[in-house]
């Protein structure tokens, strides 16, 4: 069966910084791009990055570009976000995605982050 | 304010039909593939439709999807009260650089 699992969320004052992992299983892991997609509460979902199977390409939305870097290690089956200088806008819940051919086909429960001081 | 566009709530009555709606442009919708997500009240989205029309195994045949030109649409036959949810399009923007874009949702009500 398929699994993703979020975790490391949590409250952060503004400007600090928080690592989100995501637990995959039940397939291939190094086969798959991986993503992250976000939800502000009360609101819309948004994409916010994307890694290749093998690292070798990423990719981010405009908002979070030079503070947020996605990585991943095939060899623990696991995805990682770093958020660096996090914004009271970052506050939403994270969930951690599997890609195939650019849809989203596993999604994981999701990470709440709160950046609030 | 999103990419995509969709109204923000429809409703209907059990075992009735209903659309959504999801307008883009030719950067997105008009050169790409549109998928639609499911979100039940604190869940996580769900996968629905892919590739404009294509259910992956498990969802049920009431759901539908079609393309045409820069727009989407959802359709959803025989309500039921279980498909009281958010539902979401999504697509591939090429517009700045390679993003995936959504809509803003869409709140299903089945009266």
């Known amino acids: 069966e398929v699994q993703v699992v979020d975790s490391g969320g949590g409250l952060v004052q503004p400007g600090g910084s928080l690592r989100l992992s995501c637990a995959a299983s039940?397939?291939?892991?190094?086969?798959?791009?991986m993503s992250w997609v976000r939800q502000a509460p009360g609101k819309g979902l948004e994409w916010v990055a994307n890694?290749?199977?093998?690292?070798?390409?990423?990719y981010y939305v405009g908002s979070v570009k030079g503070r947020f870097s996605i990585s991943r290690d095939n060899a623990k089956n696991s995805l990682y976000l770093q958020m660096n200088s996090l914004r009271a806008e970052d506050t939403a819940v994270y969930y951690c995605?599997?890609?195939?051919?650019?849809?989203?086909?596993?999604w994981g429960q999701g990470s709440l982050v709160i950046v609030s001081s | 304010q999103s990419v995509l566009t969709q109204p923000p709530s429809v409703s209907a009555a059990p075992g009735q039909k209903v659309t959504i709606s999801c307008s883009g442009s030719?950067?997105?919708?008009?050169?790409?593939?549109v998928s639609w997500y499911q979100q039940l009240p604190g869940t996580a989205p769900k996968l629905l439709i892919y590739?404009?029309?294509k259910r992956p195994s498990g969802i049920p045949d009431r759901f539908s999807g079609s393309k045409s030109g820069t727009s989407a649409t959802l359709g959803i036959t025989g309500l039921q009260t279980g498909d009281e949810a958010d539902y979401y399009c999504?697509?591939?923007?090429?517009?700045?650089?390679?993003?995936?874009?959504f809509g803003g949702g869409t709140k299903l009500t089945v009266l």
């Open positions: 995605a599997r890609s195939l051919a650019r849809r989203f086909d596993y």
């Open positions: 039940g397939f291939i892991f190094s086969n798959y791009w």
């Open positions: 890694i290749k199977h093998d690292g070798s390409e990423k």
């Open positions: 030719s950067s997105n919708i008009g050169n790409n593939y």
């Open positions: 590739d404009n029309n």
């Open positions: 999504g697509t591939w923007d090429s517009s700045l650089s390679v993003e995936m874009v």
